[in-house]
């Protein structure tokens, strides 16, 4: 059973620029949330979609959004980045609700210089 | 607010002594809890969760947790430390669809 993939996994990118990082969570599951990671700031929630509604989001600017697409394959945009963007973006997927836990992928290393 | 607190951000340990990770939640509601492992340039694997029935929990690579309600601690053990449980461990709590986590321990296995 394939895990849950998320691409690309290393990403540089300048500021002011925007950037769309993309996620395939395991089959069946329908919820996939995303979380940042800084070693600053540790890790963090950023939005969770449920059948292509956004279920709940944290408290980041609304230059982080995301969607959710039929197949439940998610992508998550940054516009207009900034220096403090620079982090580890982890997607996870589950069946259903937080209580079965969640699988996470090997995130995306985004670096902006 | 649910909140998670990690005792100790470094913990070292030699080969086959007793690993003990702390963790203590602040929760309204019964949680959810969970323990996590990162490897360097990975993603997290999922050792183990609590989520109702017992609560002496066990996860893979022998490792155990025990809820204890009366003093919010969801602790990690494992017996015999091997060199390959050095990495860092997030306990986690569920809050409303998201997971809560605190700030880590990084585990060090000395041979």
């Known amino acids: 059973k394939a895990g849950v993939t998320q691409t690309p996994r290393y990403l540089i990118k300048t500021r002011g620029q925007q950037v769309t990082l993309s996620c395939s969570p395991i089959?069946?599951?329908?919820?996939v949330s995303w979380y940042q990671q800084t070693p600053g700031q540790g890790l963090q929630f950023l939005f969770e979609?449920?059948?292509?509604?956004?279920?709940n989001k944290g408290n980041f600017p609304g230059r982080f959004s995301g969607r959710q697409f039929s197949n439940s394959r998610s992508e998550m945009n940054v516009s207009t980045l900034e220096l403090g963007d620079s982090a580890l973006y982890l997607c996870?997927?589950?069946?259903?609700?937080?209580?079965?836990?969640?699988?996470f992928g090997s995130g995306t290393r985004l670096t902006v210089v | 607010a649910q909140s998670v607190t990690q005792l100790g951000s470094h913990v070292s340990v030699s080969e086959g002594a007793l690993v003990l990770l702390r963790c203590n939640y602040s929760?309204?509601?019964?949680?959810?809890l969970f323990w996590y492992v990162q490897y360097p340039n990975q993603g997290l694997q999922l050792l183990l969760k609590?989520?109702?029935?017992?609560?002496l929990v066990k996860g893979i690579n022998g490792f155990e947790a025990e809820f204890k309600k009366s003093e919010t601690s969801f602790h990690l053990t494992k017996p015999s430390a091997h060199m390959s449980d050095a990495a860092e461990y997030f306990c986690?709590?569920?809050?409303?669809?998201?997971?809560?986590f605190g700030q880590g321990t990084e585990l060090s296995v000395k041979p």
């Open positions: 609590y989520t109702t029935g017992a609560t």
């Open positions: 996870a997927s589950s069946v259903q609700e937080v209580g079965y836990g969640y699988t």
């Open positions: 979609y449920f059948s292509e509604t956004q279920r």
């Open positions: 986690a709590v569920s809050d409303r669809g998201k997971l809560i």
């Open positions: 929760s309204s509601v019964p949680p959810y």
């Open positions: 089959s069946g599951h329908r919820s």
